[in-house]
């Protein structure tokens, strides 16, 4: 009587068991808020691809992906601790640290380690080498031309800047300007601001300045350091994660707009079509390249310091490693 009751009982615990489990699936989750820089855009397809793809839930991840609005405010808002996971630049990152004196985020991956920063000018406008820009007008907002850059370009390759007429420019009409030759040249990102003015007019080949010795370290993977003391794991299954949305947009770059048009119908699906095809090209520098995504070398990030440092004000003493830690994306 005993034997057969067990038997009768013992499939219906079973199921209830396993009922549970399904029941509760978020158990198994580790919630993770991820903000990225800005709204998103095609360097967040990968991101995007692994929520879609389900490999941060293979993971045994449950992350929310929130629009940001700047590499600063994304760094405020994980040293708040209001999210988990973010999107900065790792130049800004550095700017911040050193500005605050507080040594509490690092980033732990590089997603765009060329910077896409150029000069960008019209067709026959004879600027095809640094030393051309000498006698010409440069058209920036006053933000743009104070971060230091474009004068760190300038010494880097010899160019006189007092031999450059700087023509101000606020609320984004620099590429007006140029349209209208009412400057030679600007300085923007490759793509997509070259990309804009070539859809209106041809231009030169933009001179990117990671080609001539001026490059700052853009997007990276940023948490704060006490959350990466408790949550390592959850850190490296959401780089792993991420490897794989890497290589799913790259196979996949219509599925990985569909994807990201489904998360932000809002969004301009040519522009993020364009920026899906051309962010891979600065994923990697010279010393990163044949790496795994979003490996980063120490002599790019000891380069990021020293520009900033030099040309952008920056004090100081900041070191590679307290910015800085590898040690969490998957061996390469």
């Not at 095609?42 to 940001?68: E, N, R, T, W």
């Not at 993977?221 to 490897?243: C, G, M, N, P, W």
């Amino acid at each position: 009587m005993g034997l057969r009751m067990m038997r009768f009982i013992a499939p219906l615990l079973g199921c209830a068991a396993l009922s549970v489990l399904a029941a509760c699936p978020s158990l198994a989750q580790d919630k993770v808020k991820v903000r990225l820089a800005w709204v998103a855009g095609g360097v967040d397809a990968p991101i995007f691809m692994a929520a879609s793809k389900g490999y941060f839930k293979d993971a045994g991840l449950d992350v929310d992906i929130v629009d940001g609005n700047g590499s600063t405010g994304t760094i405020q808002a994980i040293g708040s601790g209001d999210f988990d996971i973010g999107i900065a630049g790792l130049g800004a990152l550095a700017q911040a640290q050193q500005g605050s004196g507080a040594d509490t985020i690092i980033a732990v991956a590089g997603l765009l380690q060329k910077d896409p920063t150029a000069i960008i000018s019209l067709k026959g406008s004879g600027i095809t080498k640094p030393k051309d820009l000498e006698g010409k007008r440069l058209g920036t907002d006053a933000g743009n031309f104070e971060d230091g850059m474009i004068k760190a370009f300038a010494e880097a390759n010899g160019v006189d800047m007092g031999k450059i007429e700087v023509v101000m420019i606020n609320g984004g009409g620099d590429r007006v300007a140029l349209l209208k030759r009412d400057v030679d040249f600007i300085n923007g990102w490759a793509n997509p601001d070259g990309d804009k003015v070539a859809a209106q007019a041809p231009i030169e080949p933009p001179m990117l300045f990671a080609d001539y010795g001026v490059n700052i370290l853009g997007s990276s993977v940023i948490v704060r350091k006490d959350y990466l003391s408790t949550h390592a794991e959850t850190v490296k299954s959401f780089l792993v994660a991420l490897q794989k949305g890497k290589a799913a947009a790259a196979a996949d770059p219509d599925g990985a707009l569909k994807v990201l048009m489904e998360a932000r119908p809002d969004s301009d699906e040519e522009g993020i079509r364009g920026e899906i095809a051309t962010m891979p090209k600065y994923e990697h520098t010279a010393a990163s390249e044949g790496k795994a995504y979003g490996w980063i070398a120490k002599e790019d990030v000891d380069l990021t310091i020293s520009l900033l440092e030099k040309y952008s004000g920056m004090k100081p003493g900041l070191t590679s490693d307290k910015i800085y830690d590898g040690s969490y994306l998957p061996a390469n």
